[in-house]
């Protein structure tokens, strides 16, 4: 079996070194697409884009753990063909006061769980990522879906939760992004062509190349701390997303926020236009 | 006096070693604007933003000399206020057949004159990029005009060549910018605020950040190859161009090209809409 289950849960994946500068955090920002749609000199654009005054994404948390995350294909007890791979959902947890806009980090990672969904399996990875000092930055839960690789008699794992209320949002945040936003956002360091090449997208059933799942993610946070977080970026504490559907790149993300309390919003996001949901059963975390 | 003309005039700056690789050549492309008004899976993006079918424009030859060139700001002789520089002309030769996507390089640099200008000085410098077994890749001529440093007597240097012929252009290439393209264009290596910071642009008389000089040079030679290369880029062998007027990011560069031989054609841009020149007297060669 391409996935050996009793090896792989509990497996511990090599450990990465990742070294982040200002230029990682403002090539990450353009990536996402902040500056797309707004004033070039908007103060909110230059907090994340001018070295200055720069404050980090805190979904920039996801980028130091890409390498290790890579590790999964070939570890002992996967053989997975990579084109198989969806991502199902992602969980980062802010564990410092600030991120730091430069730092030297150790990821360590493990399989936690592996679950059966029937048509595939889901990989459940947890990274933690420490600076060179020993103190907690980021906390990561990275849920891979595996087409194929299900039907192995295992548990389902829980069902989504994180339903918004049945009411209207509380907040309503378009953000737009540019026709080549994955071209910009592959820099950040995943390079599928999945996301550039039209032949390998049209390989794996898409007309046109998407966006990566953690750009939408990383728009869905900046949309929440504009909306919740009077746009201090260090209030943001986290995000736990499923991606329900892919952006393409020159969509309008529209997310949708409502207040559940001072520190957890629910959050969904569709694209406008297509009014499909991209981003579902997702709940972020802010400090008051 | 702030400027030493004895002292300068052929003065050799600290040499200075700068690595590229697909990241930095992509990221330039992206910085020009390459993207932006055109889709994003056309060949003629993906061949400047794709590292499975990568070229480098060759405009980005200024690149690695940008390190070196920031050497003036101190050398012996030379006591200027930075906010006083004006970029005034860039020659740039590509002297191998293709420029390589990945790189270690060495830059000599050396004062060839000092200019009298009247109301500034001219600092012609002339840079040599060659890659680690001693292959030259780039010859640069930068001409920096210090405002406010002329008057001492000295030569004025030649006047402006490469008038268009008077007939229309034979060419004529749009080239549109994003207005966070000077934001973009800077992770290339030229931080200086005036790109970015509102406050640091008006210091200098400017009503906003403007676009880096060279980001426009890049274009009009993107244009050149467009228009007169079949889109190869390793056929364009040079461009010199004199920078009449900054661009406003955001606007969109129109090259206007005369074919005056097989090698040599004359070009001269504006912007659409303001009309203004913002490039002049400028020449690029091209290999048949």
Redesign the interface.
Known sequence: MPIDVEKVRGQELEPTTFEWND?DV??YA?GLG???G????DPG??QY????QLKVIPTFGVVPTFSCIMGLIGMDGVEINPMMILHGEQNLEVLCDEVPTKCRATNTAKVTEVWDKGKGAVLVVETLTKDDAGKPIFRNEYKIFVRGEGGFGGESGPPPGNKPPDRAADFKVETPT???Q???YR?SGD?N?LH???QMAAMVGFE??ILHGLCTYGNVGRAVIEACCGNDPTKFKGLDARFASPVI??ETIVTEIWKESDTEVIVKANVKGRGIDVVKNAKATISV
Chains 1, 2 share one sequence.
């Open positions: 230029k403002i090539l353009l902040v500056g797309v707004a004033s070039p000199v654009v230059l884009t001018y070295e200055n540019l026709e080549h994955a071209i910009i820099l390079r062509p550039i090449d039209p046109r190349p790149p020159g």
